[in-house]
């Protein structure tokens, strides 16, 4: 077993610095302290080299072709910070490149930084509807990311100027995923017809309801598009069916379970289909992540369930309910012939005010279309220039996270904002001022409230963010955020007075990064390349504290962001 | 409160005798002695009288209109064994029939007989293959429905004489159900090409694998049908899932547990598509009946777990492919052109044999179906028609054969309608009854004499009279019929009494038929999902043996057979 020290390369803080076996686990150690295990199995597994993977991506290697005492017969470091381990009996070698193994960590902010993480809602979003041009969409990959990244992040999106022509919910649908034929056929018609065998066809109100949860899959996109408006009323109503879901675990976790817990019986039947269903209200993952709302007071069937739990199934269902109801749940939009609304249909319930079909026309047509056609778009349209796709994550942490807490009377925008407008004063070249408005990114990325510090963790927000930065952005940007962190326990060695001037929020955290730093770290600090615009950085964080200041937006920073962004 | 008997109607055992109210729950007893119990808020919420429920079948009540404290003003029992309730404020009348309530009863036997219970399989397979004929099905609903409703049971099914032309496989798709579009298109072609972005298109040997995990929804129907097979090699190998689940829950419950808590990614990415899952490998609904296999080595990717959790998982996964590559677990068959095989892709797994290309042509054609599609289908096929034809056959049988000695004094048919009175006399569902009247069917279909015991032959007849009764009836009827001769033979060993009560015939079948079961076979008889049905036609079998007992004749069941017979 070798173990070599080699220096940080471009591969930056994800670099192999150390490798140890521990028990039937590979230990590295990086050099910003962090370090991972990986079990032999899982190394051997998945090991990326082209005899075990086909080059599309398949696996080749099959598990009942690994030894079940699988161990390495050498485990090391590669010049470039890579891991390569020798296997038993053969010698096979499998290397595994520092930015691979970082970005299959397995400790939990790793893993919790690779979920899905929906952006929740109420009525308060009407000032900033997701909304998209059709023309622009077709015109510009960036402006179709932009629009679907929305979809993905609210549960929702309207896109205006789609020609109020019959048929082309179709198109928009084939164009975004992949249309999904039913029993309704591949397109249809929402207005009032005789002999109604659906409510959906009259001219009454309709409560919030999630589309057609009597199918198994359940459509996951419901496309409606508006052909014709003129009748008084009618208008869309929309609820986020996981903010519901979340408000509903905060009040009564009892009452969550239960729904997650117990399905329901959805049944539709007509001349030509009987479709049924057995589904929970609310579905959740292993890791207790709400994954799915399947909620239609029209087609939910008898609860089919032990008779004990009946009565406290419908108390729950009852207050889950009454939270969809609440009049800062509903977002009320009046939909214009043109507008194609696409919603995620198993988060996002829409409903409808009562029209008069006497005074005026309403004419919609729908489609299904299935929901992974979109996250599939969405990577494809990324590949290559990955700008549009990082500078939506950038906006989106922002928009979701950016209004918490920073400390100290600011907000992590407003912090944000603050440094970046400081470097800017300074006419500072375009990498510090991104770096000053990234260099916190860490605290959005994880989950952890800001205050954690009090509570005696270190959350290591500078490692998780410079590894995100560094697959976007060069080095110019992520070391900087990197070194941060270091910077302040530098300064804290090489500045006698610069401890003194840290606010008490910065004093108790420095205790957690680990205090001054010795003479032998800070030697080492003096050999990082970018050690000087670590520095600067540290000072602008320090100074960006000001409650109330007054800074240029975050699409000042825009174009800046878009010029380092990685091609 | 009112509350009146009345005599047992038309309605027969379902009828309401007796109402009561206990708690928050009407409990209504029936003339054989059960008692079923229905919340209050589950009655009023599930009133089907026309305000509550649209023409079509929509619910109208809302729930948040119903008051939590809502209490029946009186409940009654109608002159035809209804139970109806009256309601404040408004005195508004619910009005539930007997079969009504009977189809939605909450004790744990009513709601697992209505779980579907899908028959499990393995390489024994190979002389009973479910198929059909594809001109039949298009000529006769009742051999589309039993071909559908092998597909159901079995989870594949093999259609023949399906026209060797391109395209043909979607039209079969759209027939069954809607054609699913994915990433591949409508259909797609299985054979080399060069540079294959997928494995499949390879000649190489492929491992047992279900389709498309890394969709959401995945693919529940996968049609592959076959246009060319002259090249040598390239045989199916099909795998029930759920039984080497089944088996793996047997063996090692923590494994099978491990495997449907923890998710696994699956991805595949080409040029245009970029598709990522995270599901579990084995999935469960809340009661613990498996729903869905997920099993892809080629799209599997690393698992992203907590770190302690890979060893375990690792291990359980191991057990669970190796169970899925027993000889005894794969069946084994090659299609020829014209042959199209249907998958239930969450369930059945699928392979091949290595071929070579250059010895031969190979070309099949798949397309993705949705699954629920064929329950629907199934359910509207069945509706009206009857099955003069299946009636007609069984009272042939009696007639032509019935008056031949059973043995111990009593002929055939005596011995079937009593063995019929019995499970009708312990109130048993209609199934039963009816599988206790054809049980021994086996004996009429074929012919040798009924003694044949005695010269140390087993004819196998409960196997006869399933694959029969199969063509005919559901699950519920031919499978208690097709183990009522294991039943024997497992509560020999079961029940340390049981062999001694049998009769000298019984006891010298037995020999022939294998005589007690080992501990091994008694735990496989013991999985079996009607097993306790089978056993009760057993006690009946063996009880139907006294001369001259007065019975009813064979035109009283023949409604109960006629409820039964698929459509």
């Given at each position: 077993?070798?173990?070599?020290?080699?220096?940080?390369?471009?591969?930056?803080?994800?670099?192999?610095?150390?490798?140890?076996?521990?028990?039937?686990?590979?230990?590295?150690?990086?050099?910003?302290?962090?370090?991972?295990?990986?079990?032999?199995?899982?190394?051997?597994?998945?090991?990326?080299?082209?005899?075990?993977?086909?080059?599309?991506?398949?696996?080749?290697?099959?598990?009942?072709?690994?030894?079940?005492?699988?161990?390495?017969?050498?485990?090391?470091?590669?010049?470039?910070?890579?891991?390569?381990?020798?296997?038993?009996?053969?010698?096979h070698v499998s290397r595994y490149d520092a930015a691979w193994l970082a970005a299959r960590s397995l400790d939990p902010a790793a893993r919790a930084a690779r979920r899905p993480r929906p952006l929740l809602w109420g009525a308060e979003l009407a000032t900033r509807i997701p909304r998209a041009d059709w023309a622009a969409m077709c015109a510009a990959p960036e402006a179709e990311v932009r629009a679907l990244q929305a979809l993905v992040d609210y549960g929702f999106l309207i896109i205006s100027g789609v020609p109020a022509t019959s048929g082309m919910v179709v198109e928009v649908g084939d164009r975004i995923g992949h249309v999904r034929v039913t029993n309704y056929g591949r397109y249809f018609d929402v207005r009032s017809v005789p002999n109604p065998t659906n409510?959906?066809?009259?001219?009454?109100?309709?409560?919030?309801?999630?589309?057609?949860?009597?199918?198994?899959?359940?459509?996951?996109l419901q496309l409606l598009h508006c052909l014709?408006?003129?009748?008084?009323?009618g208008d869309t109503i929309l609820v986020d069916g996981f903010k519901a879901a979340e408000d509903l675990r905060d009040q009564d976790p009892t009452a969550f379970s239960l729904l997650a817990w117990l399905p329901l019986d959805f049944r539709f039947a007509?001349?030509?289909?009987?479709?049924?269903?057995?589904?929970?209200?609310?579905?959740?993952?292993?890791?207790?992540?709400?994954?799915?709302?399947?909620?239609?007071?029209?087609?939910?069937?008898?609860?089919?369930?032990?008779?004990e739990m009946v009565e406290p199934w419908y108390a729950a269902y009852r207050k889950f309910a009454a939270l969809l109801r609440r009049p800062e749940a509903e977002l009320t939009l009046r939909l214009a012939p043109g507008d194609l609304m696409v919603m995620n249909?198993?988060?996002?319930?829409?409903?409808?005010?009562?029209?008069?079909?006497?005074?005026?026309?309403?004419?919609?047509?729908?489609?299904?279309?299935?929901?992974?056609?979109i996250e599939s778009r969405l990577k494809v349209l990324s590949r290559g220039a990955s700008r549009p796709g990082a500078i939506a994550e950038i906006e989106r942490m922002f928009a979701r996270r950016g209004a918490e807490s920073y400390g100290e009377g600011v907000s992590q925008l407003e912090h944000a904002l603050q440094a970046a407008a400081l470097a800017e004063q300074e006419d500072k070249p375009a990498a510090q001022i991104v770096a000053a408005l990234l260099h916190d990114i860490g605290h959005l990325l994880h989950d952890l409230p800001e205050d954690i510090a009090d509570e005696g963790v270190d959350t290591r927000h500078e490692s998780l963010a410079s590894?995100?930065?560094?697959?976007?952005?060069?080095?110019?940007?992520?070391?900087?955020?990197?070194?941060?962190?270091?910077?302040?326990?530098?300064?804290?060695?090489a500045d006698s007075g610069y401890f003194d001037r840290l606010s008490e929020a910065s004093k108790l955290?420095?205790?957690?990064?680990?205090?001054?730093?010795?003479?032998?770290?800070?030697?080492?600090?003096?050999?990082?390349?970018?050690?000087?615009?670590?520095?600067?950085?540290?000072?602008w964080d320090d100074e960006a504290k000001i409650v109330g200041a007054a800074t240029p937006g975050l699409d000042h920073f825009r174009p800046l962001v878009e010029s380092l962004l990685r091609r």
């Open positions: 077993m070798r173990a070599t020290l080699t220096a940080p390369t471009k591969e930056g803080t994800a670099a192999v610095a150390t490798v140890a076996i521990d028990r039937r686990r590979v230990v590295i150690g990086r050099p910003d302290g962090t370090v991972a295990a990986f079990s032999f199995v899982w190394l051997r597994h998945n090991c990326p080299c082209a005899a075990c993977r086909h080059p599309s991506g398949q696996r080749l290697v099959d598990l009942l072709d690994i030894p079940d005492d699988i161990a390495p017969g050498s485990a090391c470091i590669a010049g470039d910070g890579a891991l390569e381990i020798a296997w038993p009996p053969d010698g409510l959906a066809f009259t001219a009454a109100a309709l409560g919030v309801h999630t589309d057609n949860p009597y199918r198994d899959p359940t459509p996951g014709e408006a003129d009748a008084p009323g007509d001349g030509e289909a009987d479709l049924a269903t057995r589904v929970p209200v609310i579905s959740t993952d292993n890791e207790g992540r709400i994954t799915a709302v399947h909620f239609n007071n029209r087609s939910m069937g008898a609860l089919d369930a032990p008779e249909n198993i988060r996002t319930l829409h409903g409808r005010t009562e029209f008069d079909i006497n005074a005026g026309r309403r004419h919609l047509q729908g489609c299904y279309v299935d929901l992974d056609g590894a995100w930065l560094s697959q976007h952005f060069g080095p110019e940007v992520s070391e900087p955020v990197r070194l941060h962190v270091a910077a302040k326990r530098y300064l804290c060695h955290s420095l205790r957690l990064q680990g205090g001054s730093m010795t003479a032998d770290e800070a030697a080492g600090f003096a050999r990082e390349p970018f050690r000087a615009e670590a520095i600067d950085v540290r000072r």
